[in-house]
């Protein structure tokens, strides 16, 4: 058994590199953190990571952790295994969620940990860390749980 597969990781299955616009993201997701680049110049959170920020034009971009949590904003049910490290996951569902922290800044993820037929548009979700390397973990979402008092 190799090392991926005794972490978890299934053949075949990409996994993702960071480049000099994302790496803080990822180092991020290491530590089971949930970080988006943020503009100091606009204040504009900014997913998916790039060199400039799309409202300013600034280069100077950091990363700021964000609380994880968003709306289900929509999702497909998938069938296909679109390789085959993805056959025993079918069918799965891949999701838009909304974070909380800026309207219109969307994360596209897996959505684990729930059954495909209740999942509804609006639902309250939050981030989780799926171990796919000993040193790749990849923020997905499920529903967020509710505590006890209902709040």
């Not at 300013?56 to 999702?75: A, E, I, K, M, P």
């Not at 969307?106 to 939050?126: C, H, R, W, Y």
């Amino acid at each position: 058994m190799t090392e991926s597969e005794a972490a978890g990781h299934v053949a075949g299955k990409p996994i993702p590199r960071a480049d000099e616009n994302s790496a803080g993201y990822w180092a991020a997701a290491r530590e089971h953190r949930l970080a988006i680049q943020h503009c100091p110049a606009c204040e504009l959170l900014i997913h998916t990571p790039v060199g400039t920020c799309p409202g300013c034009d600034n280069t100077d971009l950091r990363y700021q952790n964000v609380s994880g949590r968003g709306t289900l904003y929509s999702f497909a049910v998938i069938h296909d295994a679109s390789a085959p490290a993805f056959a025993n996951m079918l069918p799965y569902i891949v999701g838009v969620i909304e974070l909380e922290e800026q309207d219109r800044l969307f994360m596209i993820a897996n959505i684990l940990d729930t059954p495909i037929d209740s999942v509804k548009i609006g639902m309250p979700m939050e981030v989780t860390f799926e171990n796919l390397t000993p040193d790749c973990e990849l923020p997905q979402f499920r529903p967020a749980h509710v505590d006890a008092i209902g709040v």
